[in-house]
């Protein structure tokens, strides 16, 4: 389904564009405002170099546009940590007509934002109460005491575990971009956070690993990526070291003539390693967590 985004003419009348907007300003303004990854709620997530391609300007450029846009026209947000932006007047000119269709949407949009500041923050500026309402669950917590404080703890907890799985899969997900993969969609995104979430504490380093491997065998895509990864879950291997010993057994069993697949159980990568590599039953359990 095609999708699209209105501007209003009114826009080239606003005495803050008029006044105050550069060429570049409203040019990368009608940037935000139309760009393919734009939502219906006005928070998306984007990257500074998915940003400085698009436009053709430096990272600088767009770190200049942005401090510019955040600190002085004051009308968007950006969160670094999160790759997320928000455009501060979005609900006012994108909520006048609604039904089921644009409301079930906004839902599912609000439920995949993950710094909730970001729409503290847009929510002032839209006029539609059946919105609001919807905006309003997202935002609003409960005021019992005790259920209070319980929810204030599990929401630090939570969010501590987000920021370590955010700083976690951002590694990936730029080793992804920065390597020929092409643009991270939200769909690849959303498939790449729990294969990292998969494996123990080896996930991040697992799934580039698994991109490198990509790159080796000239097989540049998420969907081949995600193969290695599925037959690593398949064959119960969770940390870098069962990795990297299966990967070894395998090669060199392959080598041979000698490879088969191994079973979803590591007894077939027991004998690969002992015969192949010359490795001791103690030396195996040490990386297989045996006895």
Same mark, same amino acid.
Request: glycine letters at 6%.
């Given at each position: 389904?095609?999708?699209?985004?209105?501007? &209003?003419?009114?826009?080239?009348?606003?005495?803050?564009?008029?006044?105050?907007?550069?060429?570049?300003?409203?040019?990368? @303004?009608? @940037?935000?405002?139309?760009?393919?990854?734009?939502?219906?709620?006005?928070? &998306?997530?984007?990257?500074?170099?998915?940003?400085?391609?698009?436009?053709? @300007?430096?990272?600088?450029?767009?770190?200049? /546009?942005?401090?510019?846009?955040?600190?002085?026209?004051?009308?968007?947000? @950006?969160?670094?940590?999160?790759?997320?932006?928000?455009?501060?007047?979005?609900?006012?000119?994108?909520?006048?007509?609604?039904?089921?269709?644009?409301?079930?949407?906004?839902?599912?949009?609000?439920?995949?934002?993950?710094?909730?500041?970001?729409?503290?923050?847009?929510?002032?500026?839209?006029?539609?109460?059946?919105?609001?309402?919807?905006?309003?669950?997202?935002?609003?917590?409960?005021?019992?005491?005790?259920?209070?404080?319980?929810?204030?703890?599990?929401?630090?907890?939570?969010?501590?575990?987000?920021?370590?799985?955010?700083?976690?899969?951002?590694?990936?997900?730029?080793?992804?971009?920065?390597?020929?993969?092409?643009?991270?969609?939200?769909?690849?995104?959303?498939?790449?956070?729990?294969?990292?979430?998969?494996?123990?504490?080896?996930?991040?380093?697992?799934?580039?690993?698994?991109?490198?491997?990509?790159?080796?065998?000239?097989?540049?895509?998420?969907?081949?990526?995600?193969?290695? /990864?599925?037959?690593?879950?398949?064959?119960?291997?969770?940390?870098?070291?069962?990795?990297?010993? &299966?990967?070894?057994?395998?090669?060199?069993?392959?080598?041979?003539?000698?490879?088969?697949?191994?079973?979803?159980?590591?007894?077939?990568?027991?004998?690969?390693?002992?015969?192949?590599?010359?490795?001791?039953?103690?030396?195996?359990?040490?990386?297989?967590?045996?006895?």
């Amino acid at each position: 389904m095609a999708k699209f985004r209105q501007v &209003y003419t009114e826009f080239w009348e606003d005495p803050k564009v008029q006044e105050e907007f550069t060429p570049e300003d409203r040019y990368f @303004y009608l @940037y935000l405002l139309t760009n393919p990854r734009t939502t219906q709620i006005g928070i &998306y997530q984007i990257t500074k170099k998915q940003i400085a391609f698009e436009l053709g @300007y430096s990272t600088e450029s767009i770190n200049a /546009l942005i401090d510019r846009f955040e600190n002085h026209h004051k009308l968007i947000k @950006y969160n670094i940590e999160t790759r997320e932006i928000a455009i501060k007047n979005w609900g006012r000119y994108n909520f006048n007509k609604t039904g089921k269709p644009v409301e079930d949407c906004v839902r599912s949009e609000l439920s995949r934002v993950k710094d909730n500041e970001l729409i503290e923050y847009t929510k002032p500026n839209i006029d539609n109460s059946k919105i609001i309402n919807i905006y309003d669950t997202y935002t609003i917590r409960g005021t019992t005491g005790g259920q209070e404080k319980e929810e204030e703890k599990e929401e630090e907890e939570n969010k501590k575990k987000n920021k370590n799985r955010r700083e976690k899969e951002v590694i990936a997900f730029d080793f992804y971009q920065e390597n020929g993969f092409g643009f991270l969609t939200p769909h690849i995104r959303d498939e790449m956070g729990p294969f990292i979430d998969d494996f123990e504490n080896d996930g991040n380093a697992i799934v580039i690993k698994a991109l490198k491997i990509a790159l080796e065998r000239n097989k540049i895509s998420w969907g081949y990526t995600k193969g290695i /990864l599925r037959n690593w879950l398949q064959a119960n291997l969770k940390n870098m070291d069962q990795i990297e010993a &299966y990967e070894k057994s395998r090669v060199i069993s392959k080598n041979a003539g000698q490879y088969e697949t191994s079973e979803s159980n590591n007894g077939k990568i027991y004998t690969d390693l002992k015969t192949t590599n010359d490795m001791s039953k103690e030396e195996i359990d040490q990386i297989f967590g045996g006895e």
